[in-house]
């Protein structure tokens, strides 16, 4: 580093010490955003202890039933446990297993859509979409405010921190008349305000690096196996969305207008990227792709055999049903005994095969939805990044679509369980309780092709208005 290097460094850095305003607007952002660490943990930490919670009351249900099988039932009460243990005319409706998606350990550091969206369902035999539609899918205040968590620290604040140091790099010089000196040393103005543009880049990157280091490490240890690639992920995704920042100031600052100037147009790009575009790109995928809930609405509501009296009304919605499931063999008692358990689970499946159609075509619509909506990220980095963390820390709505894909068939398990013994008029006995359905999901394997590409149109968003500002800078200086 030569003598002109070092001078013009060391004087960045009295200037910053000696600037109380930077100093505190500074202090503010790492207030922020350890406030954000906390904030998020605290409600990830909720969503924990109502895990912790529903698994259990699952766990103390099942394990009354399967108690009941081991002491003879000397109470009406001990009876009743044991009835709905042992008979599938009750323990179709009535055994409830939790479904439930467990937050990454970095979800925390970007909430994204586990606070609209259920994160778990107690599901019986009894119709799914009734059950997965019976409660509100989100918190119209969080729609309205989002999250205070680190990614919102980041997308939103990081741009405005950049904004508020660097708009009067060159401008500032000029104005105050010390311009003139600066021209006259061998330094050549495009290296001091590149060098001036490093050492505000190793700043406030370094202050975006540490608050994501303090919030990686509080949240889950970034050395373990499974979180290493993620961390990695995630620091990569906030110096290259700090620098595309620093890299539009550039180009803002390489046409050398005034600063009223630069703070303007810097800060209609932050409107443009931050809330301008998202809001525009929200309209179009709303009037392009429609959605209504009010077909929906009808499968929230209970609704039941027209005639509970008329056994062959019974009989023949029992037909039905095994006209769709021909796995469920007729036995001899098939409609002989528990005719109304058999009719009301057979209802209660074609309701849900009724209906099948109309609830894909809505799964289908939200999943066009956030598709067309991906293809247009490359016109905001800001909506990008936002895209890129959510899919870091499995908090995306594309995560969400995959778990209910995952509730469809776990019910499909427990329907197969109980109906085969329901409509073969065979017991559960206790060895049974050994071959429960257990719910389970798959990795999304398109989660890291969704991130590297988001970090890589970002990051050529990044090469272009650096670009951009160098060709404006060495053709002004010619």
Request: aromatic letters at 14%; charged letters at 20%.
């Amino acid at each position: 580093m030569d003598k002109a290097t070092q001078t013009l460094l060391l004087y960045e850095w009295k200037a910053l010490v000696r600037n109380k305003f930077q100093l505190i607007m500074l202090a503010l952002v790492f207030v922020f955003g350890m406030y954000a660490i906390y904030y998020g943990q605290s409600e990830i930490d909720a969503q924990r202890e109502t895990i912790k919670a529903m698994t259990a009351l699952e766990q103390e249900e099942f394990s009354r039933y399967t108690a009941s099988f081991k002491e003879g039932p000397e109470t009406l009460e001990q009876e009743q446990t044991h009835d709905i243990a042992s008979r599938p005319a009750y323990a179709w409706y009535r055994h409830g297993y939790h479904a439930i998606l467990p937050p990454h350990d970095y979800a925390s550091l970007a909430i994204g859509q586990r606070d609209l969206f259920r994160y778990y369902y107690r599901l019986t035999g009894m119709s799914l979409h009734y059950q997965l539609f019976e409660n509100e899918l989100a918190n119209p205040m969080n729609l309205m405010a989002g999250n205070f968590d680190l990614s919102f620290v980041l997308i939103y604040l990081f741009p405005l921190l950049i904004i508020a140091f660097c708009y009067g790099l060159y401008s500032a010089e000029k104005e105050s008349g010390t311009l003139a000196l600066l021209r006259i040393q061998s330094v050549s103005m495009g290296k001091i305000i590149g060098l001036r543009l490093v050492f505000y880049a190793l700043l406030i990157i370094g202050l975006a690096l540490l608050l994501s280091l303090m919030g990686l490490f509080s949240a889950g240890n970034p050395l373990q196996t499974e979180n290493w690639v993620p961390a990695t992920a995630w620091m990569i995704g906030v110096m290259v969305y700090c620098a595309f920042w620093f890299g539009l100031m550039f180009w803002i600052i390489s046409f050398r207008r005034s600063s009223a100037f630069n703070a303007i147009i810097a800060a209609g790009f932050w409107l443009l990227l931050l809330i301008v575009v998202p809001a525009v790109l929200n309209v179009i995928v709303t009037v392009k792709y429609p959605l209504s809930s009010a077909t929906l609405a009808g499968l929230t509501r209970r609704t039941g055999l027209d005639n509970e009296d008329d056994e062959e009304e019974s009989k023949e919605v029992i037909m039905e049903f095994l006209a769709h499931r021909p796995d469920l063999a007729p036995s001899d008692g098939l409609l002989k005994k528990n005719i109304m358990p058999k009719a009301y689970a057979a209802f209660t499946a074609l309701k849900d095969i009724n209906s099948q159609k109309e609830v894909g075509r809505y799964t289908a619509q939200v999943a066009k939805r956030n598709e067309w909506a991906a293809r247009f990220h490359w016109l905001s980095p800001a909506a990008n990044m936002q895209d890129v963390l959510a899919h870091i820390t499995e908090t995306d709505l594309s995560t969400f679509l995959h778990f209910q894909d995952a509730l469809a068939d776990f019910h499909g398990e427990i329907t197969r369980f109980y109906f085969s013994r329901l409509f073969g008029d065979k017991p559960i006995l206790l060895e049974d309780y050994s071959e429960l359905p257990v719910f389970t999901m798959s990795k999304n394997n398109k989660q890291w092709t969704t991130i590297w590409w988001g970090l890589g149109k970002i990051s050529l968003a990044t090469i272009t208005v650096f670009t951009l500002g160098l060709i404006k800078m060495k053709g002004d200086s010619q």
